[in-house]
């Protein structure tokens, strides 16, 4: 197969070069040689806009401090972020630095094709692991296992729409509040008009897991997988996990207080909260700032409600960046992972998500921006390990099984939800040893 | 007779009309969409029941949408490609399509169906592969992976091709074989000037494929100095957050050339053949 | 001369499209006593056009090609090396539910959009071969939708379809009907995005408006003043010259509608409950968020085959209904 390879392409090379085309477009290779003066590193973000201008100001200070250093970013549209790296990955050319999402953390790990940096967390980088907020920064790495330096994690909080609680005389939500709270306000803020709901009291993330059946997993007490991430039956279908996911369900069922997934992907890209069709939305932070921008809109946030375990709890989106364990820069990739680590790095970049460093003089930074904001930095203490990243293969192994239950027992308000769990807790077994056989 | 005839024709051309101005419309839809919100604030794109009159209208969008991005770069980037298509695509395309067309041999109809094949199997599968191709060849961050293969003619133009060579009749090329002129200038002094209309088809629709290309771009080019404009626009937006409206704005502007192109291009077509009545 | 030749290809063609095998046995044999120095010289010059496309498809397509029915032997999450399994994915893939539905899916949704797609595109190219005022504009608004960018039609097309505020429903409303969900419905999902599809026909409309031009006026005006109605020189006189690009069309038509992907991707994610659940973006996401490459290439090949049989039957019977001026 190689050698086949590597005839036709020699061939298609003599042929194009034939056509007299073949040098005309090839960029210097020598860019890469070690007789020129720069080292380029390759960092791939799936960042874009104003994150992208934001991670483009940090990398200039950056290539200003090093000038022997240049740092060629290689930005991938978000949704097509894991198809181009796995192709680069398979191909052994992946880039130097890679942003990993925290559902790709294990199996990048296992892979085998990123560094350790337990070596970088050491005096002699002037960096420790208790520079940062101590649960986000273990998602992902574990405890005597570094291998991403983390970018930043989102806690989940709810945010709400002030006009519409003025509208219908409710008090704001205020920390410390349970779901029952949420249910009574979130009915209140219910309208519907001539047999059509046009406007909803929350936006439940339906078959979104994370800030769904994974926050109210754990403030129910209960867990999806076990702590190896080998098994789930005992766990998914544990008294409190069930409770948890019943009540979930039982939101969109019997309280009506949310649109249905399927009615929330009829909206497509809209941002239901921002346009005014609901109260209420459990959710990261990253739409404050286009919020901001609107002026019609007053929004406040506050803790995610308390389940029957009455202990504040959140989930986390979190990404790091891993070192590829092929770079031919390591040296220039670990200056540079070194820098993403910096409190210079955190204070330049403007902050774009939840930042992971302890450094009280950025969140003062991003509280002036946004006073909302605060709640966001505070609740980060209650960030909860993700189970995600504690099994070997989530997104194929748990996720579908999870969310083909979901949308079963919410599409079809008849079914019985107890079996649904039964069932998806036997798929989601045979999946996972399956995987851990082979 | 003669006022039957008269008014079932204006009646035939009154139907015309008012099927092309609700086909029209129905077209207009997603292109009035877009035009629309590239000229109100990010805000307000997706507000709910749409506001379909936008006001007031933010011409700065525009502008802003123009350099928040390299736009003249992707531009730039993009006429190169399309215009090494356009040339690959035309040189190889049509020759093979006239030999499949025309010409006899042994294993032919074998071949054809090989031609066929390359477009049955999905992207996807074929894509790690074929990087691996480039990769070896260091033409990985270079326009090549994206130009080169033009060259060597494509499934859907040869067979788009040479459906319409076999419509042509025969008796114009026989007439020339027997003056003796070689098989090329047979094809460009008659094969090609009988059938402009397909010549026309596979220009637009060259340029077209390669004017929103984005998978070939997304895998092959990592500067961003080197992005085309289709996968540029990606800047706009983000997973949980975009720029809707200056995406709107930057798409409205790259869609401008190609309408122009098959604005002019389509009067190349001869067009006008009455099928609602006698001809005056 | 043109009589041997057209002869020759005309029984070559009857033989070719139902059978390979025979087309390789005996026509072949019967060629060569025929052959003369005109017709080797013409054999000739077939190999040396189709040399580029030839050297091309060694160069950057067979490899992969053949790279990838070797993945759907193997396991390999992209990262390892793969490894090899035998026809364990094809036997995983008769017992995988979600196969079944995603092949069932992109079965109807090509039974359906394929010949409604033909039939609308062929009715607009006609259209826009009349004379008449602003054809120009006309045909450059009704090719619009096929170059929007994705991002603005899926858009648009949420609004249309949303059952609470949409376009659709409110028209609907006016007439006293009370509209489904549309795309949040399980059994309107599917046919939202056939009715979808009809935005994308501007292509196929574009290669029958220059298929039209190939009708030779004289033709039309000798049916016309046989007195011919306009139906019957629709089906005597369009519908023939038109076949050739009706063969195309529909050949692309079925190969790209079987491999529906971005509707899916970008609008319904599969859902709601599969409904959406397109072969190939099924085979993507096995691809590339499952890691299970072997499964999708294992996937990629089954459709080939599909696709293939379709096109071989298409082409076989197209010798019965496919008229070239040029024979």
Request: proline share 6%; with cysteine; aromatic share 14%.
């Amino acid at each position: 197969m190689k050698r086949l390879i590597g005839k036709s392409g020699r061939l298609a090379l003599a042929m194009c070069s034939a056509l007299g085309i073949g040098s005309a477009f090839v960029s210097q290779p020598s860019a890469f040689a070690q007789s020129a003066p720069h080292i380029t590193l390759t960092v791939s973000t799936w960042d874009s806009g104003n994150g992208l201008v934001a991670y483009k100001r940090g990398i200039a200070y950056f290539e200003k401090e090093n000038p022997n250093i240049k740092v060629q970013i290689e930005s991938i549209p978000w949704n097509y972020y894991m198809p181009k790296i796995l192709t680069q990955m398979a191909n052994g050319s992946a880039p130097d630095l890679m942003l990993v999402g925290d559902d790709n953390m294990p199996a990048f790990m296992k892979s085998g094709m990123i560094s350790s940096l337990n070596f970088m967390f050491t005096p002699k980088y002037h960096l420790s692991v208790n520079d940062f907020i101590p649960n986000s920064f273990y998602i992902g790495n574990k405890p005597g296992a570094i291998y991403f330096v983390p970018k930043d994690a989102e806690d989940a909080n709810v945010i709400y729409n002030k006009a519409m609680f003025k509208a219908a005389h409710l008090a704001f939500p205020k920390p410390g509040w349970t779901w029952q709270q949420f249910i009574n306000d979130a009915k209140r803020l219910t309208i519907k008009r001539s047999g059509r709901t046009v406007q909803w009291g929350a936006l439940l993330p339906g078959t979104g897991l994370r800030s769904g059946i994974e926050e109210l997993a754990n403030e129910w007490g209960g867990r999806i997988l076990s702590a190896n991430g080998k098994t789930a039956s005992g766990y998914l279908n544990s008294r409190a996990t069930q409770n948890a996911i019943k009540f979930y369900v039982n939101m969109y069922t019997q309280d009506h207080i949310s649109p249905t997934p399927s009615q929330t992907a009829s909206f497509g890209n809209i941002d239901l909260f921002m346009t005014g069709k609901v109260a209420l939305e459990p959710t990261g932070s990253w739409n404050l700032e286009e919020y901001r921008q609107d002026p019609h809109l007053q929004y406040g946030v506050v803790p995610m409600p308390l389940g029957p375990t009455h202990k504040p709890t959140t989930v986390t989106w979190t990404a790091g960046w891993a070192l590829y364990s092929r770079t031919q820069n390591r040296d220039a990739a670990v200056k540079l992972l070194r820098f993403f680590a910096s409190r210079k790095w955190a204070s330049i970049n403007d902050y774009w998500g939840i930042p992971v460093r302890k450094d009280p003089q950025v969140d003062a930074q991003m509280i002036k921006q946004d006073p909302a904001i605060s709640v966001f930095l505070q609740q980060r203490k209650y960030i909860a390990p993700l189970e995600t990243t504690q099994t070997m293969n989530w997104s194929k192994d748990v996720q579908p099984a999870l969310q083909q239950m979901l949308e079963q027992a919410i599409l079809k308000p008849n079914s019985n939800v107890s079996s649904l769990i039964q069932q998806a807790a036997k798929q989601i077994d045979s999946n996972l040893q399956q995987d851990y056989t082979q | 007779m003669v006022m039957t005839s008269n008014v079932r024709r204006s009646v035939g051309r009154a139907i015309v009309y008012v099927l092309l101005i609700i086909f029209s419309l129905a077209s207009l839809l997603p292109f009035y969409w877009m035009v629309s919100a590239s000229l109100k604030p990010n805000y307000s794109v997706f507000s709910f029941p749409p506001q379909w009159i936008p006001w007031p209208l933010e011409w700065s969008n525009y502008p802003k949408a123009m350099t928040f991005v390299p736009f003249l770069q992707f531009f730039v980037n993009t006429l190169i490609i399309v215009v090494s298509t356009l040339i690959g695509s035309l040189m190889s395309n049509i020759l093979v399509g006239y030999a499949f067309a025309r010409l006899e041999a042994r294993g032919k109809n074998v071949l054809f169906y090989i031609v066929l094949s390359t477009m049955m199997l999905p992207y996807a599968v074929l894509m790690v592969p074929q990087y691996a191709i480039f990769s070896s060849l260091g033409w990985v961050n270079t326009f090549l992976p994206l130009i080169v293969p033009s060259f060597f003619g494509n499934a859907f133009f040869i067979f788009l091709l040479r459906q319409f060579f076999m419509g042509i009749p025969r008796d114009l090329e026989d007439a020339a074989a027997i003056d003796g002129a070689g098989l090329f200038s047979t094809i460009v002094r008659i094969i090609i000037p009988v059938s402009w209309p397909a010549m026309i088809t596979v220009c637009i629709f060259q340029i077209q494929f390669t004017w929103n290309d984005f998978l070939g771009p997304l895998i092959y080019l990592n500067k961003q100095s080197m992005f085309t404009l289709a996968l540029g626009l990606n800047d706009f937006i983000g997973q949980y957050t975009g720029s809707w409206n200056l995406l709107m704005a930057a798409s409205t502007v790259i869609l401008l050339p190609i309408l122009l192109i098959f604005y002019f291009g389509q009067r190349l077509f001869i067009g006008g053949i009455v099928m609602t009545g006698l001809k005056d | 001369m043109k009589g041997g030749d057209g002869d020759c290809y005309y029984s070559r063609r009857q033989v070719h499209m139902a059978n390979v095998q025979t087309e390789v046995m005996s026509p072949v044999k019967a060629t060569r006593r025929r052959r003369n120095s005109l017709q080797a010289k013409r054999e000739r010059l077939f190999y040396i056009l189709v040399l580029p496309w030839v050297i091309g498809f060694l160069a950057f397509t067979l490899g992969p090609m053949v790279y990838s029915l070797y993945l759907s032997f193997t396991h390999w999450d992209l990262f390892s090396s793969p490894r090899f399994i035998g026809l364990g994915n094809y036997a995983q893939l008769s017992g995988d539910p979600l196969f079944w539905q995603s092949l069932r899916v992109t079965s109807i949704y090509s039974i359906v959009s394929v010949p409604l797609g033909l039939i609308v595109s062929l009715m607009l190219a006609i259209l826009l071969n009349q004379k008449v005022k602003g054809l120009s504009v006309f045909r450059t608004i009704l090719y619009l939708p096929s170059v929007v960018s994705g991002v603005a039609v899926s858009t648009v097309f949420m609004w249309v379809f949303n059952p609470q505020f949409g376009l659709l429903n409110a028209l609907l409303g006016e007439l006293g009907v009370k509209g489904p969900g549309w795309l949040s419905d399980p059994n309107w999902a599917l046919p939202s995005l056939i009715l979808m599809s009809l935005w994308g026909v501007g292509g196929n409309m574009i290669i029958f408006l220059a298929g039209l031009q190939n009708i030779p006026v004289s033709l039309l005006e000798a049916a016309s003043l046989d007195g011919a109605t306009l139906w019957r020189r629709f089906w005597s006189v369009t519908i023939p010259i038109l076949s050739p690009s009706i063969l195309f069309n529909l050949v692309l038509s079925i190969i790209n509608q079987f491999q529906t992907f971005t509707q899916a991707y970008v609008m319904t994610n599969g859902g709601p409950l599969h409904s959406t659940l397109f072969y190939v973006y099924y085979l993507f996401e096995n691809a590339f968020q499952y890691l299970n490459m072997g499964y999708a290439a294992a996937l990629g090949w089954i459709l080939f085959i599909i696709i293939l049989v379709l096109t071989m039957i298409v082409l076989a019977t197209s010798k019965k209904w496919v008229f070239y001026q040029g024979e």
